[in-house]
């Protein structure tokens, strides 16, 4: 079925770890892939997006992912993570695959990530 | 700039009552969506709309109506609540063509 994977439901890491959060897709086509981050209480905000163009993309706090077409992948990453940073990450995509275009975000089930002091 | 609003924002339903969420945009946005969220299921979409008067079903449509009279108002609508329906809803817009979404704060609903 086609989908959107997130690998990781819950991680734990304490600050300055480095995070990487695994993103994967199945859908063919040309493909825009999001990454959003909910913090506890607040609504989904965009942490950065793939269009086209450079596959590393930056994005605020310091969060960059890489899009990799050969492994349908879109991975976030994060060198040095703080305890800010405590929220759930959601990876999603659109293609022009849908009916009626490019319009409908499919996500990923998310990651819960909490970072320790 | 308020961005997108959600009205209300928490909300207790006894099975078979009806309710309405009211979603606004200020930006101008032709495309508005209803997404319900669920633990480990991310979010799903459950209708939208492309422009005023249109609407379409999402992913998973059934037990919700939605509206969209104004091109800064999106409805959703429950008929006759379930169990199943407990969830918190999130509504969003865009502009025209593959760009982001904007989100609401959303609301949490509860059906006992």
């Known amino acids: 079925a086609q989908s959107v994977s997130q690998h990781n439901h819950h991680v734990i890491l304490s600050e300055a770890a480095s995070l990487e959060l695994g993103c994967n897709y199945s859908?063919?086509?040309?493909?825009?892939l999001f990454w959003y981050v909910q913090y506890p209480g607040q609504h989904l905000q965009l942490l950065l997006k793939?269009?086209?163009?450079?596959?590393l993309v930056k994005g605020i706090k310091g969060f960059e992912a890489e899009f990799i077409k050969s492994k349908f992948s879109f991975n976030l990453r994060k060198p040095s993570v703080q305890w800010s940073d405590t929220a759930e990450y959601f990876c999603?995509?659109?293609?022009?695959?849908?009916?009626?275009?490019?319009?409908?975000?499919?996500f990923g089930a998310g990651t819960r990530l909490a970072v320790h002091p | 700039n308020a961005g997108v609003t959600q009205t209300p924002k928490f909300r207790v339903l006894k099975t078979g009552q009806s309710m309405t969420l009211l979603c606004a945009q200020d930006?101008?946005?032709?495309?508005m969506y209803w997404y319900r969220q669920d633990p480990g299921m991310g979010l799903r979409l459950i209708h939208y709309?492309?422009?005023?008067?249109?609407?379409a079903k999402g992913e998973v449509p059934d037990g919700y109506n939605v509206s969209r009279l104004k091109k800064q108002n999106f409805l959703l609508g429950l008929e006759s609540a379930a169990p199943s329906q407990t969830s918190v809803y999130f509504c969003?817009?865009?502009?025209?063509?593959?760009?982001?979404?904007?989100f609401g704060p959303g609301t949490r609903l509860t059906v006992t």
């Open positions: 930006m101008n946005h032709e495309y």
């Open positions: 999603a995509v659109n293609t022009n695959m849908f009916s009626g275009g490019y319009n409908k975000l499919i």
């Open positions: 859908y063919g086509g040309t493909v825009n």
């Open positions: 709309s492309v422009g005023e008067g249109t609407t």
């Open positions: 793939y269009f086209s163009g450079d596959p």
């Open positions: 969003a817009s865009s502009y025209v063509g593959p760009y982001e979404q904007y």
